[in-house]
């Protein structure tokens, strides 16, 4: 009797290569499947905790936000141009580390060339001794605070005088008052809006001002 050979035939070793190739191909596509989910999951994370950071920072900011006013004997108005695409304003932090006093703070919509991209920059500047304008910020230091936006908004909330009731408005004018309220929102360049931020103003108009025995009415006051 002839003994039979061992071994796998031609056809049971492509079968079995065949098999081992699609199964290694499903192998490789799950995992980059789930690397790419990783991935994007954890740039979104990134990009959340990064937008929470700045969220944080401004609101700080904005808390700090003190009522000077300019040193123009001509006309009594506060530092602050709130403008429903921008914001100026006078903070109490300085403009550097090293710096002291006050500092001029400007909060706007910026191109980035390189990218050609909008990202929403925070500008500081220190303040002259007879500062009467926001021009020191277009020399500021610029800090990018939300990248990659669409658009950014300003509301304010308060009222021309003592008089009149407080209302939303996304222009101030009132150049002798200062709002109550601040609200910012921004959309990102994907259309969808970061969380709504309002930000209530803790020092009062006063703080800004100088009142002498014999008159109450506020002056601009000299910072040291």
Do not use: H
Not at 93 to 108: C, D, E, K, Q, Y
């Amino acid at each position: 009797m002839r003994r039979l050979d061992a071994g796998f035939t031609m056809v049971e070793m492509v079968v079995a290569l065949a098999l081992l190739g699609g199964m290694l191909v499903l192998l490789y596509s799950g995992l980059a499947f789930g690397l790419r989910g990783w991935d994007a999951a954890d740039a979104n994370g990134r990009r959340t905790a990064d937008r929470r950071i700045a969220e944080n920072f401004l609101r700080r900011e904005l808390g700090e936000l003190f009522p000077m006013r300019w040193k123009d004997p001509m006309a009594l108005k506060f530092a602050f141009e709130g403008k429903k695409d921008s914001l100026r304003f006078v903070s109490v932090r300085p403009a550097g580390i090293s710096a002291t006093g006050l500092a001029l703070v400007g909060i706007a919509l910026e191109q980035d060339p390189a990218k050609r991209t909008n990202n929403v920059v925070m500008r500081r500047a220190p303040p002259g001794d007879e500062q009467k304008d926001f021009s020191p910020l277009a020399n500021g230091e610029a800090s990018i605070l939300f990248d990659n936006v669409d658009s950014v908004a300003f509301d304010y909330y308060g009222s021309e005088n003592d008089f009149t009731d407080p209302a939303w408005v996304d222009d101030w004018t009132f150049e002798g008052r200062m709002p109550q309220l601040i609200r910012i929102r921004i959309r990102g360049a994907d259309g969808a809006m970061l969380p709504e931020m309002t930000v209530n103003l803790m020092l009062g108009e006063e703080a800004g001002c100088l009142e002498s025995q014999f008159q109450r009415v506020c002056r601009p006051r000299r910072d040291t």
